[in-house]
């Protein structure tokens, strides 16, 4: 299956697609309207909630409520009325930073970073952890663009990036305390090959980075060989998603550079890899 793109809907910063096994809809959100975005795959139909702040990523939970990782925190979003209730502010952020790329482990807890807003580069950027019980930990720092979260069929160790250093790490994962051990890195990719944005995980261990820099997707494995690569129809892929049937669809958002980008900058593409995804758990709390 060729790339084609859902939806007529084009963000500006696309980021953080989600899939609704309940629903059979995709959740994705663009940082800069903000908004958060619900897209029915079947016919591309999608409905918008505006937010009142930049938003960096989601997850749902198990309650039917999401997470919202906005500027001002981690907050709880409920869907039906559209009321933002604040779960947790990430501790140690300077004013300067928002939240970035989030994702739910696999035993259900939120994971999410940081990265300094205005253009600075200063590695001010951090891992954290929101509990079920509404406790968030400051895991990893030094970070400029915290980034790339997944982790491995079995649960047991989490992939990491940072887009800035265009670094990408894996860290021992412990599912019964949600710590996690000194990272390794994997691969370090240059601008032509790709710089790492968001990521997902397949169920043969691949690891599927969007090469924010190439418009491509790259596949990575455990022992760092650049296992495939795949040329998208966007000059800026931001995070890909498994779901739909059997999770054997991969949905891309993407962002807009500027005001003269092509008519597709910024669109949701679909497309078929040939295997399928790891399920991405809900967040057990809120």
Not at 19 to 39: E, F, G, I, Q, S
Not at 179 to 190: F, H, L
Not at 225 to 231: P, S, T, Y
Not at 237 to 245: L, Q, S
Request: aromatic residues 6%.
């Amino acid at each position: 299956m060729s790339p084609t793109f859902l939806s007529t809907v084009s963000a500006t910063v696309g980021e953080s697609p989600v899939w609704d096994d309940r629903l059979h809809r995709l959740w994705w959100v663009d940082v800069r309207a903000p908004a958060l975005h619900r897209t029915d795959p079947a016919t591309g139909a999608t409905e918008t909630w505006p937010l009142p702040e930049a938003v960096g990523s989601l997850a749902l939970c198990e309650s039917g409520a999401v997470v919202l990782a906005l500027r001002s925190g981690l907050h709880r979003f409920a869907v039906a009325t559209g009321a933002l209730t604040l779960l947790a502010r990430c501790p140690g952020e300077p004013a300067s930073n928002r939240l970035n790329d989030g994702k739910t482990s696999p035993d259900g807890r939120f994971f999410v970073g940081s990265m300094p807003e205005g253009g600075s580069r200063e590695p001010s950027g951090a891992l954290h952890r929101l509990d079920p019980d509404g406790s968030c930990h400051r895991l990893v720092e030094g970070l400029t663009v915290s980034n790339g979260l997944a982790w491995s069929p079995d649960g047991r160790t989490l992939w990491h990036a940072d887009s800035h250093t265009s670094r990408i790490w894996t860290r021992p994962y412990d599912p019964a305390t949600g710590a996690i051990g000194v990272g390794r890195e994997v691969a370090a990719p240059d601008e032509a090959t790709g710089r790492p944005d968001g990521a997902a995980m397949d169920v043969e261990g691949g690891y599927w980075s969007a090469g924010v820099s190439a418009g491509v997707l790259n596949r990575w494995l455990p022992d760092g060989r650049l296992d495939r690569q795949v040329r998208l129809p966007v000059s800026a892929p931001t995070m890909p998603c498994f779901g739909g049937e059997g999770l054997r669809t991969l949905f891309v958002t993407s962002l807009r550079r500027n005001a003269q980008a092509g008519p597709n900058e910024g669109r949701l593409v679909v497309l078929d890899v040939g295997v399928a995804g790891v399920p991405v758990a809900r967040f057990a709390g809120a």
